[in-house]
Every structure is written in C-alpha cells, then in structure tokens.
C-alpha cells in the first residue's frame, strides 16, 4: 500500500470550483459578484490568509518587527499595515536560507504527504528565485489562467500551439496545465522556435487547425512573417481567432485580424487580471487577489488613478505566500465602478513597465517600456527595441537601440525623428542608434527568454 498522498489526493476538487468557479461558468457567477459580496469574501479569505502567512518564519519575523499580528486583521483597510516586501527581501532570504530561503509555506522535505512543484524565476531582472507549489496552488493558478485564456478567445476542445519555452519557469507549464486540465484544450508542445522550428510551428498549427499560438507577441509576428514566406495568408491558412500574447495589440490586430485583450499575471501567482471585450481595463480576479498600487520610492499607497508599484495580495494559496509583494511593475488602480461587461470587479490598467528600471535623467524619471513605445510610434521603426542607462564622461546617459526595414542609407533620417520624438515627449536628449532587424536578438533574448529583456544598466 502507497505510503505518500498522490496530486489528486491532495485536492478536493468540489470544494476547489466552489470557492473559484472556473470558466465559462465563472462568467455567469462570481463575476457578476455586486461590491459588498466581492468585499465580504476577500476579507473572510484574507484574514485566513493572514494566518497562514504568519506561520511562515519570513513573514512572522517581518510581521513581529513591524508590530502586526494577524489577529489584528479585522477590516482590508487594515492591509496598508502589514510591510511590504520586495524581490531584493526575497534574494536576502535565500542567501541567509539557501537554497530555498525562509519565505517558502511548503517543503521539499514534506512532498511525500504534500505533492510539490518547483519553478524559478526567468530571472531577467536578477538572479532567479524559487517558488514552491503546492498541488491546490496549482490547481487554482491553472483555473485562474484558463479563465484569461477563455475570455481571450480560446474555447474548450480547441487545438492550441504552446511556444513558450518550457523551462524552470512557470509559464509555459501553467498554460499547458489551464489548457489541458480546464477547457480540454488539445495542446501541441512545441516550445520555442530553439525548440521547434518556426517553418515546423507554422505547419504543425496549419495542418491540425490551431486556433492560438500562446507566445510573445513579437514571435508571433515572426511566425507570421514565416509563414508568408512559405506562401501562406496569415489570416486564412492560418485562422487564429483568439490571440492571447503578451505584445503591441495594435500591431498583432492589424496583422492577424483578431481582437486582443490584454491581461496580467506573473510567476509566482498566476494570471491576475484580464480585459474584457469592452476594451476598458483589466478586471482584477478579485475571489483570488487584492491589488493595490503603492509609490514606487516610498512604497506608500498612492491613490487611485495615480500609477505607481503593484503590491499584490494572493487569497488562494495554501503554501508559499505573496502577501504584499511589491513586485515593481508599474500600472494604475481605478476606483470600483460597473463595466458595461455588468462586471463590478476592481480594473487595473494595463503594465506599464518595471518601477526598478526607472531611470533618473536630468532631473527625470524615465522607463524603458515608455521610451520603446515612444520610439515605435515613428514611421519606419519596427516593433523591436533595447534601452541602455551608460556613463559618458562623468554624466548618465540613456540609448535606444531601434531596428528599421528601412535602408541602411536612410537610418540616419530615422534616427533623428526617433530623437526628435524622444526629446518632444521627455524634455530631455535620449541617444538613438538604428540597427536592422534582427541585430538586437542577442541582446533581447528573442527566440530564448520567455520574457525579452528591455533593458540594461551598464553604469
């Protein structure tokens, strides 16, 4: 007889689709959940949250030096309390606890009885940073991203290409898991173009009807650009019609021909907040987080409509906890109001770019995301850029790299209206350098990161 307890044991299931509906029927349920009801079960699921963070020597030891304790947690106001923490809190705990540090709520050593999975951060801004998950936890992140996936377009029983790079992060794993486990999607694990080829990827998705390929935008396109080579129509021979990407919207709407609703989620947690078809703002999955936005100095919160941090709160987790992570993206709470979707649940505006790759200019405070999208708003630029914080002399100085189809011969008109652009919208001089498509793959990760680097401080 087994001495240990399978995955399947691990999970009472009934109880696990009570608490988080998964789709379609999610969409006729706790989505349409009026105000008081959605507060009332966040609050009941923080507060068991609370205690079972506060057993995890991480948060108890962070929680003790601040004066909080759990009990104290009577109303979502009393969130702002607790500390928050960041990844710099994380990478500290793993070199005092290596090699998993002491914020984990599960362990390797209890496996047997409590089934686990390991993934670790891409690491595309630090070193990368383990997270261990319990059977449940998988279960709900997976429920949560076939929620995403369902309102992007995707439905039960469609074939489905997976091209993210099934590695030690968890992206590629947990769509794989969403699209199998919650919509009985057929899915074809091709990874990345390392992997499989693209030529093979495009006809894999041609000749068994895929309805999505689930990779960055820019692969995408790449993929597209593959497949008119092979004299194929993009949007006939292959008749995506949902295309849930990470990427520019309007660019992958204008070449495939399908609307795309854009979405938030990250490594540790899952899928977060997905926009519906009213194109109006994310709407946060509120049955599984609280999101707040604090300053990305301070780590104050910030008022509503104000960007700054997410600060992200997970309720549904039965191991390792985020309880106020401050995971350093940048977006923008709104207040709670009803969409037209009929939807009352709290939106978040889309990300827009890394609090940690800000950048102090002049006096101003710069991201690399908004300069990339500054620059591929000028004729002749493609969608590819790369940003580099550098000394000359013994002044910070910022470059964008951006490619151009254009020819060589007019790179430099391209490179002042890049400039002219750049300098209009900042008030300060940014350096521009034009390169042809493909010469910042290496840089960017293109083809290998599940995530493309954007970025580079080389001061």
């Known amino acids: 007889m087994a001495t240990f307890r399978r995955p399947h044991q ?8 009570r608490r988080f509906p998964p789709p379609p029927e999610y969409f006729e349920s706790a989505w349409l959940d009026d105000p008081a009801r959605i507060e009332a079960k966040q609050l009941a699921r923080l507060k068991a949250r609370a205690h079972m963070a506060q057993q995890v020597p991480f948060f108890d030891r962070r929680w003790r030096q601040a004066g909080f304790d759990a009990r104290d947690l009577t109303s979502l106001d009393d969130l702002d309390g607790i500390p928050a923490y960041t990844v710099d809190d994380i990478r500290a705990s793993i070199e005092a606890h290596p090699p998993y540090g002491d914020y984990q709520g599960a362990s390797v050593a209890g496996a047997l009885q409590e089934p686990i999975r390991l993934f670790a951060s891409g690491g595309t801004t630090g070193a990368s940073r383990p997270t261990l998950y319990t059977a449940w936890d998988r279960e709900v992140g997976a429920l949560l991203t076939a929620r995403a996936l369902y309102l992007q377009g995707i439905r039960p029983g469609d074939v489905v290409v997976n091209a993210w790079a099934y590695s030690t992060h968890n992206g590629a794993h947990i769509m794989d898991e969403a699209l199998y486990k919650w919509l009985n999607c057929v899915v074809i694990t091709t990874g990345t173009g390392n992997v499989t080829a693209s030529k093979k990827q495009v006809e894999l998705a041609r000749d068994y009807g895929a309805t999505a390929i689930l990779t960055t935008g820019d692969y995408l396109l790449h993929l597209a650009d593959v497949a008119e080579e092979m004299g194929l129509d993009v949007r006939e021979d292959l008749a995506l019609k949902a295309l849930p990407n990470i990427g520019d919207p309007a660019t992958l709407e204008a070449r495939f021909g399908v609307p795309v609703l854009d979405s938030y989620g990250f490594h540790e947690v899952q899928w977060v907040a997905v926009e519906c078809p009213e194109r109006d703002g994310l709407h946060i999955f509120e049955d599984a987080f609280i999101v707040q936005i604090v300053d990305v100095d301070t780590g104050e919160p910030v008022p509503d409509g104000e960007q700054g941090s997410i600060c992200i709160t997970e309720l549904y987790k039965t191991g390792s906890p ?12 709104r207040p709670r109001e009803q969409c037209a979707c009929g939807s009352w649940l709290r939106k978040m505006e889309p990300f827009a770019g890394r609090g940690d790759n800000m950048v102090k200019l002049r006096g101003v405070n710069l991201w690399p995301e908004a300069l990339g999208e500054i620059a591929m708003r000028v004729p002749d630029v493609s969608d590819d850029y790369f940003v580099r ?47 042809a498509p493909g010469s910042l793959d290496a840089r960017t990760g293109f083809g290998k990161a599940a995530k493309l680097i954007r970025f580079e401080d080389e001061r």
Not at 10 to 17: P, R, T
Not at 322 to 333: A, E, K, P, V
């Open 10 to 17: 691990a999970v009472d299931f009934d109880e696990l689709q």
């Open 389 to 435: 914080a550098h000394r000359e002399g013994n002044r910070d100085e910022i470059t964008i790299l951006v490619t151009s189809t254009s020819a060589p011969a007019d790179f430099e008109n391209v490179r002042e209206q890049v400039a002219k652009a750049l300098a209009d919208t900042t008030g300060v001089k940014i350096g521009v350098e034009v390169v």
């Open 322 to 333: 985020q309880f106020r992570y401050n995971i350093m993206d940048l977006s923008t709470l």
